[in-house]
Nanobody, 120 residues
């Protein structure tokens, strides 16, 4: 059974940085970060496939960096200069299909989420 577990959330002041991690029990071909703020729909943030190809939500590309380690079980998301609008629950997602995607419907493994709070 595939399990995903996120960590690294917290409150970060403006100008700081935060790195989220997601550990999978098995290497997955596709992994992604999604986020959901209260009262809003879940949105794709960034994704990376097993070959290291990445994709980002257009508005976040300059401040977010996604990566995977050599084991292919750990995915990270670095958030530079968090803003109040980045406040959300951040979820790790995975799938067996190759390629990149920010469509939540294309992922079938999900973590429980980790809370990020961006402050002024």
């Amino acid at each position: 059974q595939v399990r995903l577990e996120e960590s690294g959330g917290g409150s970060v002041p403006a100008g700081g940085s935060l790195t989220l991690s997601c550990v999978s029990t098995t290497p997955l071909n596709g992994m992604a970060w999604f986020r959901q703020a209260p009262g809003k729909e879940r949105e794709g943030v960034a994704c990376v496939d097993i070959q290291g190809r990445t994709d980002y939500a257009r508005s976040l590309k300059t401040r977010f960096t996604v990566s995977r380690d050599t084991s292919k079980k750990v995915m990270s998301l670095q958030i530079t200069g968090p803003r109040p609008e980045d406040t959300a629950m951040y979820f790790c997602a995975g799938r067996s299909y190759f390629g990149t995607s920010l469509m939540s419907a294309e992922y079938y493994y999900w973590g429980q989420g980790t809370q990020v709070t961006g402050t002024n």
